[in-house]
């Protein structure tokens, strides 16, 4: 009897220690509360769940280790199929600011804060602080000042994602620190100075996607020793000089779009014989004669040099691309009859427009 008592003693004593310990820690559950105060969202209700002891249990975008029983994950997209959106018939809207207390999450790996629209304020500069950080995406909001200095700090960083918001200043050099950093996406800010030149020291990454900011210099030729950089993404930008060269012998670069800045000097040849198949180097101010370097190995589902000043013939070597979907070399000053071929058969008269004297299939005859 008396032992029968002890043993359930134990196991309800068992029971409480071990839902304490799956619980999460009240410093989490205030660094959560305290962030929530921060933001206002009035239609969906996402923080309604946000109540009762323990964090780690059916608070809405949280989530924790369960090892450390710590949070882990905060995931909160403004733009999701979640029955909570869809009961609402409309995407996410938030005002507010991101807190810094965010930062009394010590084993935080991930912070998600998507496309909520209205989020203004700045990015947290203690954020820096936290060592298990591996994704930060703040894409689609409002926030305004500059990338912490010391960025550099998150060894373990693999996705870092500031796009679309309104983030001025200049790329932090730290930022080239990042060596677990995959994927970078400061697209459309107000971001300005130069791409920092040991930007190649990023060697994880994948994907670059700077685009739609106010980037000024010369694209740095280290880039090139990124060798896992599939997409390099830096239109619309002031970027200035030649373009590199050795961009043209990446090893997986397939995307690369230099549309609308202010690069000039000759197209390298080495970009035409490239595993490059989405080239975009429209509204620049480049020079000279497309290079005849076309072969077997030049594979385009788009190709655009559009807008820029190139004269003399199209190389007759393009017909020996082994696909070309788009073309637009339009806006040029090219002269001569067009080159006749497969990669040609389906084009149409706007990708030979506004030249000097092209003629032939599409245009009119020579
Ligand atoms: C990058 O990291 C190295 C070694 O940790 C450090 O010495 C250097 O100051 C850092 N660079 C920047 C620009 O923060
Ligand atoms: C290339 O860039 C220009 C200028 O930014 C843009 O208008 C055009 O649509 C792009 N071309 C392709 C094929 O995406």
């Known amino acids: 009897m008396g032992g029968a008592r002890f043993m359930t003693g134990m196991l309800l004593l ?17 660094a959560l509360l305290a962030f929530r105060a921060a933001l206002h969202e009035p239609y969906l209700g996402i923080f309604n ?26 995931t909160l997209r403004g733009e999701s199929e979640e029955p909570i959106f869809e009961r609402a018939h409309r995407t996410g ?3 507010g600011y991101i807190s810094p207390a965010i930062c009394k999450l010590p084993r935080l790996s991930s912070i998600i804060i998507a496309d909520w629209k209205g989020i203004s304020g700045e990015i947290p500069r203690c954020i820096t602080t936290l060592p298990f950080l591996r994704i930060v995406d703040f894409i689609g909001n ?16 693999t996705v870092l994602n500031f796009a679309d918001n309104q983030i001025s200043g200049t790329i932090p050099a730290s930022l080239a620190n990042l060596t677990s950093l995959m994927h970078l996406d400061l697209r459309n800010n107000l971001l300005s100075g130069p791409i920092p030149r040991n930007f190649g020291s990023l060697r994880m990454l994948s994907r670059a996607l700077l685009s739609g900011n106010r980037l000024s210099g010369p694209i740095p030729g280290s880039v090139s020793l990124i060798y896992r950089l599939a997409d390099l993404d830096l239109s619309r930008n002031q970027l200035s000089g030649l373009i590199p060269q050795v961009l043209g012998k990446m090893a997986v670069l397939s995307t690369l779009n230099l549309d609308f ?13 490239s595993g490059i198949s989405d080239l975009n180097l429209s509204r620049n101010a480049l020079q000279g004669n ?8 030049s594979y385009f589902t788009a190709l655009d040099l559009s807008y820029n000043n190139l004269k003399g013939a199209i190389p007759k070597s393009i017909s020996s691309a082994s696909y070309i979907g788009h073309l637009d070399l339009s806006h040029n000053h090219l002269c001569g009859k067009i080159p006749l071929g497969s ?24």
């Open 14 to 30: 068992f029971m409480a220690l071990s839902s304490g310990v799956r619980s999460c820690p009240p410093s989490d559950r205030a």
């Open 343 to 366: 990669p040609f058969d389906h084009l149409e008269a706007s990708s030979f427009v506004y030249n000097d004297c092209l003629c032939g299939k599409p245009l009119k005859p020579c």
């Open 261 to 273: 800045n202010k690069l000039s000097g000759p197209i390298p040849l080495s970009l035409f014989s």
């Open 93 to 95: 809207y938030m005002t």
């Open 49 to 74: 769940s946000w109540t009762g002891a323990d964090c780690c249990h059916n608070w809405y975008g949280v989530s924790c280790d369960q090892e450390t029983h710590r949070v882990a994950d905060i």
């Open 290 to 297: 497309i290079p005849d370097a076309f072969g077997p190995r």
């Open 142 to 157: 409002r926030i305004s000042g500059s990338i912490p200095a010391d960025i550099g700090r998150l060894q373990r960083l």
